[in-house]
């Protein structure tokens, strides 16, 4: 099976079957990220837009680099952009016509999404990328472009403020 | 790297979570609710049809793949002509001497001019069809999606 450092390069060639192979290899956690970053919003654009970067730049790739951190590299930065462009809105994730079975559930994710919304985006990425994706602290320093100490510290102050955000609200003062 | 999308906590992610409560100052005082904040992160679920969200982005970039695949197909023909060139002197030379044994013979046994216009016609023909041969050289080359690899290879056989 072709590595996906293969694939890219191939995907520079404007091999279909490649890209193929690529997206179906990366959309879930790829889409997860993006949904998670941009609490639901414009995650059609976003991943359009970074596989677009990949095709366009696929022949610059270092193949020695890892394809996934690059990729990530890439959605990284289309998400700060996003976030610079597009001032916070309500989140409403909410389907069109939620069954009485899944309210509950979507609850849970809007308040899930929320907390990780009120996150100031650096420890947003870091809790994303750590927590959910489950990278280790330097991969996800390579990935967001800094020092390991600085993931951990991101880390710790992301815990103590969702810590604080998930209290009940009478006990967030104390 | 391994990517992954927990349907529960990642035990990391908890030993993580307890491990800050142990070394920070606020938390030792006020224990954290580890658990309800863990199933609150958790509860982050993301409902993406992310396989139609990949075939969209595949039409999009249908586009930016054709330019990427003509792009790189230049070159490529490029070097498929230069090689199919190499050995073209040589063809040629081969094909002069034997025109030449032909002439010798023909000559022997028909008038000299019936020869020549014989031994022309036969060149002509030769001519025409490495003509037609090295013009399908590029449309073959440009039609072939396949590595580059492949295709010298495949040169060098037919060749």
Known sequence: ?174 | MKLREPETPPSEGRQRLAAHATNCDACRNEPLPLDRLAARLNASRVDIDSTNLSRRALARLQPELERRALAAAWPRMLRGLLLSLLPLPLVVAFDAYFLNIVYGLVSALLPATLAAYLVVSYGALLVLLFALTYSAIPLLVMRSGRPLSTIDSQLATVL
Not at chain 1, 61 to 75: C, E, G, N, V
Request: hydrophobic share 35%.
């Open chain 1, 1 to 174: 099976m072709a590595t996906d450092e293969e694939l890219v390069s191939h995907v520079g060639h404007g091999d279909e079957s490649a890209l193929r192979e690529l997206l179906r290899r990366y959309e879930r956690p790829l889409s997860h990220f993006i949904h998670r970053s941009t609490a639901g919003r414009d995650v059609e654009d976003l991943y359009q837009e970074t596989w677009l970067r990949v095709v366009r730049h696929a022949t610059r790739f270092d193949r020695t680099k890892r394809f996934s951190t690059w990729l990530f590299q890439i959605a990284v930065n289309l998400c700060r952009d996003w976030h610079r462009r597009a001032p916070p809105e309500p989140i409403d994730v909410l389907p069109d016509t939620p069954s009485r079975d899944e309210s509950a559930r979507v609850d849970a994710a809007i308040d899930a999404q929320r907390l990780l919304a009120r996150l100031p985006e650096p420890q947003r990425e870091v809790v994303i990328l750590r927590y959910y994706h489950d990278l280790t602290e330097e991969e996800t320093a390579r990935i967001l472009d800094c020092p390991k100490g600085t993931v951990k510290s991101r880390l710790h102050h992301a815990l103590a403020q969702l810590a604080t955000l998930g209290r009940p609200a009478g006990s967030e003062s104390s």
